[in-house]
């Protein structure tokens, strides 16, 4: 049998996925409260990311997936911001996605991005989540942290 098992994760994979969940769940609940990303969280994990991926062996595809994150969601703010008048992404989100892009690679980018954005889609179903956001904001920090979080797990369980 060929299925995921916590078997093919090494202690490196380990000790990084509890550095991972843990910042990605300090920045949840600061965005959550604050409509915040802090610097002082989003760019050491960036940076836990990297080493990581210089550690495992990776880094080509980790850097490409910070800059590409970072990038297109700042090009998605300003464009959003052009358009319609007012902020709908902050900076903070595009720091996290490079985080993201840091720790999962490139290719793993729009994953993060539809994972983060479904589990918005569906959180906004619950009346304590949409009353939340009757003011047109509802931080996206916490979804993208599930997003990143849910890609990394399943690239890590797979091996690749």
């Known amino acids: ?85 007012r902020d709908g992404l902050g900076r903070g989100d595009a720091k996290l996605l490079a985080a993201g892009g840091a720790w999962c690679g490139a290719f793993a980018l729009p994953f993060i991005v539809l994972i983060a954005s479904a589990s918005a889609l569906a959180a906004l179903m619950l009346p304590s989540v949409r009353a939340r956001g009757d003011r047109g904001h509802l931080p996206f920090g916490p979804f993208l942290s599930f997003g990143i979080f849910i890609t990394w797990l399943a690239l890590s369980l797979s091996g690749y």
């Open 1 to 85: 049998m060929n299925g995921l098992s916590l078997n093919n994760l090494s202690i490196l994979d380990m000790g990084a996925g509890a550095v991972l969940c843990a910042g990605l769940i300090v920045l949840s609940v600061i965005d959550w409260r604050t409509f915040r990303l802090p610097n002082m969280y989003t760019l050491p994990l960036l940076t836990a990311g990297l080493i990581y991926q210089l550690i495992a062996g990776d880094i080509f595809p980790a850097a490409l997936g910070a800059a590409l994150g970072y990038l297109v969601f700042v090009a998605l703010e300003l464009g959003y911001k052009k358009i319609r008048g």
